[in-house]
């Protein structure tokens, strides 16, 4: 590999986005590992990776906006897909966690008849 | 005269050699007319009899023209390069015999499309017979004239072929299946045994040319294959000729229409096997051991036909069983190895056809006007037509052999060589025995022939009143009848220029004298025709009553059946034996079937690589990333986990296969493989989100069996060999890859399409120019087996039916069902609309957004890592989406999913791609390219190899969709209730 010939005005905030995108993605990593509950431990990837993944991409574009000297938007599209989809991706696993919790009559979440019931009462 | 001239061969130089050109029209004129009459309506029978006559006609003319020729200058022949490497080329060679044969089929031909003009019924779809009998024609004339031993197969196997579909002309009658399926059958595996003789035979000369064939008898009679090679030859020849053993398939074929059996079976696919013959008999005969195949044969069916004809009482089986017989005649002849013998044999070829045509057309018009083939039923019918009455009894004549017509020469001439003494050995000494008891044989059955028909009283109900047939019905009759007469009585002077002819193209320099006389004074075989004739009579008067009144067949050995025998034969190959091994040996478990396939593989590869001494390389360890270690530690611990959980958590064995590929698809990334990554990973998203759908309908494990405590020494001993097969096929897959891919690269050509992609395909990505220009052709082969591979998972699913365990909806879907039942505000669905409502927006609005993505992909495939490949897959992720958003029934309310036509679609553009540049003059798929210009987006790479790509898009795209509502509509079927076993309790959902 080539050394990059990036200029300091430009390699200080790549490295501060990349080191802060690298500690996102880690503190995601360990909060996996460590958080207790399932529900409480799908926002770790999902949100610490989302996080980790736009400062790396910001990242990105800075370096590569200054080595091939444009503007560069694909990044931009990447950070817009990755927020659109995650949220979908954290959602489904919560509710088939959910349903699964439920369906083997779990005490820790609440009954799905109790939420209609609820709903019914605020529509009254 | 004996060598063919050179320039015949290429007509050269100033002079076109018409005669030469008009080769390949005498083969092609029927073909080409086939297929014009098989394209008019079933309703227009006259047309197609004209088109058929005119056809006819032309070949017959064409004949007669060439006969100038033949006869001038030996042989003339045409040819055109078909692939020269293999020695096969399309080339047409007629002499006198061939020449005396295509008179035959043509002359013949055109007087059957005559008289099937009258038989034919309306109601029956006239010109698919038409279509048919031309298209044998043509087969007949191929066969006759083919100048290479490759070509013959191929016209050998078309006679039979065609010849199946015509005796199955009426496919609605079960008769005519059988026969025609019998006839193919044994025709069939003939012509197999033919194709590998012939190639013997090419072997052995060196050359699939003919006439280089013709002209190395010696060298074939003195190889040491020649006995493999006559044994099969005779197995093809003898099948086809209706020869003991194989002559049952011969009377079953009478079950075709009338007009077939008069052409097939007088003057031509039997005579197929005695044109072989002949063909080969200065090659291949005088030797012992075709005297004693060929004669014993030839003599046993010579005495069996005719004693068996004895016993028919349907008209048209006892013509078959004559017809047998007489082709056992003509084999004997042959037999014999003697150059006369080989002259009264091609001379009762052509008088056989003469009455065998015109006696089967006879039969036909009897039945057509009188609605039965039953002799018992049949009498007194000379009152009521005396004329076809007249003609029959002549034609009867000739076969029975009586003087003044041609039956009687070539009897004759039979009689004579068979009374010589060729070989001194016991076959050839009961031969003149054999001979006259078949003839006197043939005489009683000619004389039942036309006694019962037409003599005695009146009949009685009958289906039909009997009447003269059409004029025109009778004129092909009575020309054959003529013809009969004419070369019965002046010999010399009519058929003796032709048949010379053909007698010195087969014999060349051996050919003898011989004299056509009808005279030859007081002597031997005058005698033994005598002997037959009063025999003969004598004995259908002893029998007559016998005749009357008796069952079907030969006494005694009537339930001695061939047929019988070929079916048992049949169904104990076919059923019992198929069965008994898929019983003993098959399996429908999938363990053991897989079990099988990797040691087999496995043994597949170790033989030949120990056996030619591999070297694995050694296994160096060094410059190792951590980082790219620690990766690849990952995947094989997701690889093993794979394997670990496959079988008792199919979710989390698919999880971890996922993580594996996913490892893989890095890998790509790290060894700066971009083109495979993006492949790799859209295959591994699409991958697994099919098996996941596909686990539902996996059937569930098998109880009881695998339980902790019934682990026993058995089972623990299957799964130890079942892990040393996988581990030992892993590691030598490993072995062989690391040892390939480690070695010193010599010069390939990986270089030069790293050189060459850029200035000769027109593009960057080097991946994808060679993937779609330098090895265009390997996409193409490659497209197309992703196209039958997805047609079969499309079909297999398609019959699916799931096991009974897995046909109740999932656990899941029936709480959620109960749920929705029990509450009334509540409709069946809302559960997984409620679950999925936020995703099922996102997942939609995701549609557009993925087609970009595919589309870019598509795009820059050229020049930069995508391409028809990648980008097809991502398209078809989108629909998987919407699959999983909507549900089956929502997206095809929607939208117009078609996969059959977008693949067929890309492989026809594909094709037509690559056929656009064989219409420049260009070898198939040379792609071209140029940057085209356009205002705002700059410079377009433009490649015609980008059109190729786009046939690649369609493909893969419709391809993956196409496995996915296979696998969607599984779940929309409602499965048979009858099918719905009650649920088994306790079982888990996967």
Known sequence: MTVLDLPLWAALPVCILLLLGAGNALAGAIGLLRLKSFYARLHAPSLMTSGATILICLASMITFAVLQNRWIFHELAIIAFMMITTPVTLMMLGQAALYRDRAEGSKEVPHKEAGLREEAAVEE | ?990
Not at chain 2, 79 to 87: F, L, N, S, T
Not at chain 2, 252 to 262: F, G, K, L, N, R
Not at chain 2, 731 to 760: H, K, N, W
Request: glycine share 8%; net charge positive; charged share 15%.
């Open chain 2, 1 to 990: 005269m004996a060598e063919p001239p050179a320039w015949t061969c290429h007509p050269r130089g100033t002079t076109i050699d018409i005669a030469a050109l008009l080769l390949p029209v005498l083969v092609f004129a029927p073909l080409a007319g086939s297929i014009a009459a098989i394209c008019l309506p079933s309703r227009q029978g006259t047309e197609a009899a004209w088109l058929s006559g005119l056809v006819a006609f032309l070949c017959l003319g064409i004949s007669v023209y060439l006969y100038l020729h033949v006869s001038h200058r030996g042989v003339i022949a045409w040819q055109v390069a078909w692939i020269p490497q293999y020695g096969l080329n399309l080339k047409l060679r007629m002499d006198g015999f061939s020449w005396m044969f295509s008179g035959l089929i043509s002359a013949i031909g055109l007087l059957v499309v005559v008289y099937a003009r009258y038989y034919m019924s309306s109601s029956d779809p006239v010109p698919r017979f038409f279509s048919l009998f031309l298209a044998f024609m043509s087969a007949m004339l191929g066969l006759v004239l083919s100048g290479n031993l490759i070509l013959m197969a191929i016209f050998w196997e078309m006679t039979s072929i065609v010849s199946f579909l015509l005796i199955g002309y009426w496919y609605q009658n079960g008769q005519a299946r059988d026969g025609a399926r019998m006839a193919l059958t044994v025709t069939a595996t003939g012509g197999l045994c033919l194709l590998v003789g012939l190639m013997l035979i090419g072997h052995i000369v060196g050359s699939y040319d003919l006439d280089a064939v013709l002209s190395s008898g010696d060298a074939i009679r003195n190889h040491p294959l020649y006995l493999l090679a006559l044994i099969l030859i005779l197995a093809g020849a003898l099948t086809k000729s209706a020869q003991f053993p194989f002559h049952f398939w011969l009377p079953h074929a009478m079950a075709a229409p009338t007009p077939v059996s008069a052409y097939l079976h007088s003057a031509t696919l039997v005579k197929a096997g005695i044109f072989l013959l002949t063909r080969f008999w200065p090659v291949m005969a005088g030797t012992d051991a075709w005297f004693w195949l060929v004669g014993l044969a030839g003599l046993t069916t010579l005495l069996l036909g005719a004693y068996f004809a004895i016993f028919q009482h349907d008209l048209k089986g006892l013509l078959a069983y004559s017809t047998i017989s007489h082709l056992g005649l003509i084999t004997v002849l042959l037999s014999l190895g003697s150059p006369v013998a080989a002259v009264a044999a091609i001379f009762h070829t052509l008088n056989h056809a003469t009455f065998k045509a015109s006696l089967f057309m006879a039969a036909g018009i009897i039945d057509h006007e009188t609605g039965t083939r039953d002799m018992r039923r049949l009498s007194g019918l000379f009152r009521y037509m005396p004329h076809t009455a007249t003609l029959a009894m002549v034609a009867s004549a000739s076969m029975a052999g009586v003087p003044l017509l041609n039956g009687f020469l070539s009897k004759e001439m039979f009689f004579a060589e068979a009374i010589e003494t060729h070989k001194v050995n016991l076959l050839d000494t009961v031969t003149p025995y054999v001979a006259t008891l078949a003839s006197l044989f043939s005489v009683t059955y000619s004389i039942r022939f036309i006694h019962s028909v037409f003599f005695g009283p009146p009949p009685r109900d009958l289906p039909k009143v009997p009447h003269e047939p059409v004029r025109w019905m009778r004129v092909p009759v009575e020309f054959l009848v003529l013809a009969c007469l004419i070369v019965g009585i002046v010999p010399s002077l009519t058929i003796g220029p032709l048949l010379h002819t053909a007698v010195e193209a087969v014999l060349k320099d051996d050919t003898p004298s011989y004299s056509l006389a009808m005279w030859h004074g007081w002597n031997l075989p005058l005698f033994m025709s005598i002997a037959a004739l009063i025999g003969g009579v004598i004995l259908y008067a002893l029998m007559k009553s016998y005749l009357a009144n008796s069952v079907e067949g030969p006494p005694y050995i009537r339930r001695l059946e061939g047929q019988r025998i070929f079916e048992r034969v049949l169904v104990a190959l076919s059923w019992r034996w198929a069965r008994l091994v898929e019983a003993k040996a098959g399996t429908r478990r999938l363990q053991p079937q897989l079990r099988i396939l990797a040691a087999a593989s496995l043994f597949a590869a170790a033989i030949p690589l120990l056996h030619r001494g591999f070297q694995p390389a050694d296994i160096v360890l060094r410059g190792i990333d951590p980082a790219f270690a620690f990766v690849w530690l990952i995947g094989m611990a997701c690889a093993v986990g794979a394997a670990w959980q496959a079988k008792f958590h199919r979710l989390a064995a698919l999880v971890l296969l996922g993580g594996a590929g996913l490892i893989t698809c890095i890998t790509f990334v790290w060894l700066s493989a971009p083109d495979l990554a993006v492949t790799q990973l859209l295959v591994e998203i699409v991958t697994t989100v099919l098996i996941l759908l596909g686990l539902r309908w996996l059937p569930k494990r098998i109880e009881g069996a695998t339980k902790p405590e019934e682990m026993t020494f058995g089972v623990r001993l299957r799964r130890l060999r079942d892990l040393l097969v996988a581990v030992a096929c892993g590691l030598g897959l490993s072995l062989i890859s690391y040892t390939v891919m480690t070695r010193q690269m010599p010069g390939t050509i990986s270089s030069y399409f790293l050189e060459r992609a850029y200035f000769e395909g027109g593009g960057t990505n080097v991946v994808n120019v060679t993937l779609v220009d330098f090895r265009g052709f390997d996409t193409f082969g490659e497209i197309a087996v992703l196209c039958i591979v997805a047609l079969t998972v499309f079909a297999l699913l398609l019959r699916f039916r799931p096991a009974s365990d897995s046909l109740e909806k999932p656990m899941q879907q029936q709480v959620q069902n109960d749920f929705d039942d029990r509450h009334p505000d509540r409709s069946k669905g809302d559960s997984i609309s409620d679950y999925l409502f936020v995703p099922t927006v996102i997942m939609r609005w995701m549609f557009p957004a993925i087609g970009m993505l595919s589309a870019y992909l598509f795009f820059r495939g050229h020049d930069l890592p995508g391409g028809g490949f990648a980008a097809g897959i991502a398209m078809s992720i989108g629909f998987i989406l919407q699959y999983m958003a909507g549900g089956t029934r929502w997206v095809e309310e929607r939208l117009r999913i078609h996969p059959l036509r977008w693949m067929s679609i890309g492989l026809l553009v594909s094709t037509a791609t690559g056929l656009g540049s064989w219409a420049l003059g260009y070898p198939f798929l040379t792609s071209t390219s140029r940057y085209l210009h356009l205002p705002l987006v700059g410079d377009v790479p433009l490649a015609s190899a980008i059109l190729f790509d786009l046939g690649v898009f369609s493909l893969v795209l419709g391809a993956t969709v196409l496995i996915l509502i296979a696998l969607a509509h599984q779940s929309v079927r409602a499965p048979r209730a009858h099918i719905r076993a009650p649920r088994p309790s306790g079982t888990e959902a996967s």
